[in-house]
C-alpha cells in the first residue's frame, strides 16, 4: 500500500514562500509520476503542478506559473513544491498524488493515491 504524507504547510503573508514536502513509501518507485493539487473553502480540487518520474518533465496550472516549481529528491520518493510570491487565492488545502508511469498527469483521476493534506493559509 502506498503512503503519501505531506509536510510544510503554514501562515504566510502575501508575498512571502512555502515549501511543501511529500514523501511516499510502500513501493517501489520506479516509473512513479506524482503531481499536487489543491482545494480551496466551497471550491473543486484543482491542479496545481505534476513531474515525470525522471524529474525532467514538469508542468503547471497556468495560475502558479512562473511562482511555484515542482522538484523531485534523488531518491525520487520525495516531491517538493516551492511556492514564491504567494498570493491570497493560493490558500487552499495542498494534496500530494501519485501513480504509476513515467509520464506527468494533471487530472485528480489519473491519481489512485493520495496524501492527507496540508493546510497554506496566505493573508493579505
Known amino acids: 500500500q502506498v503512503q503519501l504524507v505531506e509536510s510544510g504547510g503554514g501562515l504566510v503573508q502575501a508575498g512571502g514562500s512555502l515549501r511543501l514536502s511529500c514523501a511516499a513509501s510502500?513501493?517501489?518507485?520506479?516509473?512513479?509520476?506524482m503531481g499536487w493539487f489543491r482545494q480551496a473553502p466551497g471550491k473543486e480540487r484543482e491542479f496545481v503542478a505534476a513531474i515525470s518520474w525522471s524529474g525532467g518533465n514538469t508542468y503547471y496550472a497556468d495560475s502558479v506559473k512562473g511562482r511555484f516549481t515542482i522538484s523531485r529528491g534523488n531518491a525520487k520518493n520525495t516531491v517538493y513544491l516551492q511556492m514564491n510570491s504567494l498570493k491570497p487565492e493560493d490558500t487552499a488545502v495542498y494534496y500530494c498524488?501519485?501513480?504509476?508511469?513515467?509520464?506527468?498527469?494533471?487530472?485528480?483521476?489519473?491519481?489512485?493515491?493520495w496524501g492527507q493534506g496540508t493546510q497554506v493559509t496566505v493573508s493579505s
Open positions: 510502500g513501493r517501489s518507485f520506479t516509473n512513479y509520476a
Open positions: 498524488a501519485g501513480r504509476g508511469g513515467s509520464s506527468y498527469y494533471t487530472r485528480d483521476h489519473e491519481y489512485p493515491y
